[in-house]
């Protein structure tokens, strides 16, 4: 199970650091995406990091805001949002990819940017 935490109301400008945490998995083997549904649209890949070497890949939208890490000895992959902007309001979430297991999704949480 994947469980995501620290969305929140922010003003623009500001920062956030959103969670994603492994119950009864591992995610040191997983690769960890965060993706996010705006109302009304369909849901989009925000930023990634593989398994292995840990390399990030991130959305043109938030290149040079956004920063992906992980801690696999607390099992959990972080999103560090800065300059948040009222377009990055959504819900976002977190998903597993497992070779041999397949995809696991967390229940999103929700991001909201406005004065």
């Known amino acids: 199970q994947l469980v995501e935490s620290g969305g929140g109301l922010v003003q623009p400008g500001g920062s956030l650091r959103l969670s994603c945490a492994a119950s009864?998995?591992?995610?040191?083997?997983?690769?960890i995406g965060w993706f996010r549904q705006a109302p009304g649209k369909e849901r989009d890949g925000v930023s990634c990091?593989?398994?292995?070497?840990?390399?990030?890949y991130y959305a043109d939208s938030v290149k040079g805001r956004f920063t992906i890490s992980r801690d696999n000895a607390k099992n959990t992959v972080y999103l560090q949002m800065n300059s948040l902007k009222p377009e990055d309001t959504a819900v976002y979430y977190c998903?597993?990819?497992?070779?041999?297991?397949?995809?696991?999704w967390g229940k999103g949480t929700m991001v909201t940017v406005s004065s």
């Open positions: 990091i593989s398994a292995v070497r840990s390399r990030a």
């Open positions: 009864g998995l591992t995610l040191d083997y997983a690769a």
């Open positions: 998903k597993g990819s497992y070779l041999d297991l397949g995809d696991y």
